[in-house]
């Protein structure tokens, strides 16, 4: 279904950029050769030790439970064909959905860093979005803040009384918008305003893609409740082993 | 989905040694945004448009047009902060003039040299993309003495990938038979149960998997056989070269 509609979707999306309404927006993966060379390393250093840890808490896992390692592959495949599901946004147009605040909330955000990653390197060679320089800075905003935001944002909720569905939405609204201003802030360091230097150039880069990222993060809220109670309704025992409940 | 995953194998470079391909693609990389000059990302654009093009014989050049689109929208949206910025005299064009917002030249330049750096890295990456099925790259990781466990994730993942993107596309079948994706509501339930029915799938299959490995003697580490790669010395040289045009297109211009 997706492969024939990808190229169907390239020339309206182009016409219906100018419509303000993109028909397609992929999460706000920093395309390749977007970053100058020294913030491509910055970012992939700030980065690494978060997937040197979140790689050592796998391992410690794993060996406390074999199966442990099975899981967490298909759970990353489940993310990447989540990113890669078209959900309606609320504009009308369709949207792809960035999956960190359901996995933070499902798997927790360690291991996310990881997971993160090697999805993210997926994405750029599989389906051109992202790139390998940019990679550190997609991981950053992405895998690190996203989640750790997302999952913040759950448990905080969880223990202010709030009930578990509108914490999921929270937690993954939380997720979204947080990434959104994470890449905003990438690209404003990247590109500051010739006269009005940092801050002018992140609103500029902020109004641009709230066009896309705002609708996102309410469908993704609301697609993330739907899916949390369909889990909880049948898979209550595996959530519980993921500790998600 | 998966766009470039199929071509790869159709390359004539797929059988070449994957390790070349990498260290090749992140030096052309490395060099097209270190020099960050117009011409320059120009050079390397038709260069490795036309490598690709000619070393994989079912890319056409139509299609590799389309493959350059896929990143566009991102390209159009970030460039426009860029171009279009506060102006104080020097401007070519005042877009609102009672705020002084415009383009100028210096952003003009500026948003012009990311349009054609960006383009020329997405078509070294591209190269890498068309050319290198993922099988080979992960070969290249296993040389690269990247930790095992890693690695084994990052196969299983992709394994595990095609085998929920079925699943995913028949029940979106289903759901299309059944009148699902009526109109936004009915879309946001289809989705979403299609997500969590997938979950519970794939969460399933896991389980399969695992009983599977563990009745083949899994004990937490997965070892593969690897493949022979024809050498591919050729990239080493190459890359001097075009590293030796390039800069030398760089002092000139």
Known sequence: ?245 | MLVTDKYAYTSKLAKKDPLAKVIFTFAALFLCLILNSVFVSIFILIFFAGFTIISNPAVSFIKYIKFMLIPFSFLIMGIIPVLITFVKDESIIILIERFNIGITYQSLSASVNLFFRALSAVSITYFLALSTPMVSFFESLYKLKLPKLFISLMELIYRYIFILIDEAEAMYKAQKLRLGYRNFKSSLYCISELAAMLFIRAYKRADFSYQALLSRGYDGEITTISQEYEKAYIFYVLIFFIAGFCITLKAVL
């Open chain 1, 1 to 245: 279904m997706i492969t024939k509609n990808l190229f169907a979707g390239i020339f309206p999306a182009l016409l219906s950029f100018f419509l303000t309404l993109p028909e397609k927006s992929y999460a706000m993966h920093i395309m390749e050769g977007y970053l100058s060379p020294s913030w491509s390393i910055f970012w992939i250093v700030l980065a690494v030790p978060f997937i040197i840890y979140g790689f050592f808490a796998i391992r410690k896992k794993i060996s406390e439970n074999t199966k442990f390692f099975i899981l967490l592959a298909m759970c990353g495949a489940f993310a990447f064909v989540l990113s890669s599901l078209k959900i309606p946004s609320v504009t009308g147009s369709c949207s792809h959905p960035t999956g960190v605040g359901l996995g933070a909330v499902l798997f927790g955000p360690t291991p996310m860093a990881v997971i993160g990653f090697i999805i993210l390197l997926f994405q750029s060679l599989l389906l051109a979005h992202g790139g390998l320089t940019t990679i550190g800075a997609n991981i950053f905003s992405m895998a690190v803040v996203g989640p750790f935001a997302a999952y913040g944002v759950f448990k905080g909720a969880l223990k202010a009384g709030i009930s578990s569905g509108i914490a999921v939405f929270l937690a993954a609204f939380a997720g979204d918008i947080l990434t959104y201003v994470t890449t905003s802030i990438q690209l404003a360091l990247a590109y500051p305003d010739a006269v009005g230097g940092f801050m002018t150039s992140l609103w500029k880069f902020m109004g641009i893609f709230a066009v896309t990222q705002i609708p996102l993060a309410i469908s993704e809220g609301l697609l993330s409740v739907i899916v949390y109670n369909v889990l909880l309704k049948y898979s209550y025992k595996e959530l519980n082993l993921l500790k998600a409940v």
